[in-house]
């Protein structure tokens, strides 16, 4: 139980395009979902904190219009990395977060999607 | 503020050596402590977790104590398997529920 999937698993796209992430909690009803960016052999960075039928939290320093996030369902959020440059390749971490266990607070996380803008 | 703090790896042990990797962390309030675990090509899952001092994390053979006099959750395990091999994160959860991660330590155990 408690999986999340990320679909791609991997992107490439053009330097100006905009790509879509999806983080799926497949056996579980998440409230809250995290986005999470790990640059190379540094840490896990919270991006932003999605929950289901409202507007994500975004961190400080994290462009809200750049990366749109939309939890449209207890199992889904996307993430939209907008007009998309090279200093945006990264490895996209997104974890969900169990409606009925919440109050335990853990997190599942996703596979990740490798993210290469040319 | 709070941070995390683990070794820096890559780190290469042989299969049954010991293996210890430390982390230490600053917090504001009474956080709790996680291990993480991430084989290639998938995503994190949670190893052992501490949600008060004194308090020991086990899994798998894995250990780490949540020593709050020196702020520290060190993982420890008697004797590695190449299955070992791996990326670890240390991460603090705070009363908030925001979660913060190490850099990760790469461990590669070879026959």
């Known amino acids: 139980g408690a999986v999340v999937s990320q679909h791609p698993s991997w992107v490439i796209c053009k330097s100006g395009t905009s790509v879509k992430i999806e983080c799926r909690s497949l056996?579980?009803?998440?409230?809250?979902m995290f986005w999470y960016r790990q640059f190379p052999k540094q840490s896990l960075m919270l991006m932003a904190t999605?929950?289901?039928?409202?507007?994500?939290?975004?961190e400080q320093g994290v462009e809200k219009d750049k990366f749109l996030i939309n939890h449209a369902s207890l199992t889904l959020s996307t993430l939209t990395v907008t007009s998309a440059h090279p200093e945006d390749s990264s490895f996209y971490i997104c974890?969900?977060?169990?409606?009925?266990?919440?109050?335990?607070?853990?997190?599942?996380f996703g596979p990740g999607t490798r993210l290469t803008v040319l | 503020g709070n941070s995390v703090t683990q070794m820096e790896g890559p780190v290469t042990l042989s299969e049954e050596a010991f293996l210890t990797i430390n982390c230490t962390y600053t917090?504001?309030?009474?956080?709790?402590l996680f291990w993480y675990v991430q084989y290639p090509g998938e995503g994190l899952q949670l190893l052992l977790k501490?949600?008060?001092?004194?308090d020991k994390g086990s899994n798998k053979g894995f250990e780490a104590t949540y020593r709050k006099e020196t702020t520290s959750f060190h993982l420890e395990k008697g004797s590695v398997q190449v299955s070992d091999s791996a990326v670890y994160f240390c991460?603090?959860?705070?009363?908030?529920?925001?979660?913060?991660f190490g850099t990760g330590t790469s461990l590669t155990v070879i026959p």
């Open positions: 974890s969900a977060r169990d409606r009925v266990k919440s109050s335990y607070n853990e997190q599942f």
């Open positions: 056996d579980f009803q998440a409230t809250t």
């Open positions: 999605s929950n289901e039928g409202s507007k994500a939290t975004y």
């Open positions: 917090a504001t309030g009474y956080p709790s």
């Open positions: 501490a949600t008060k001092a004194d």
């Open positions: 991460a603090l959860r705070t009363s908030g529920n925001q979660f913060y």
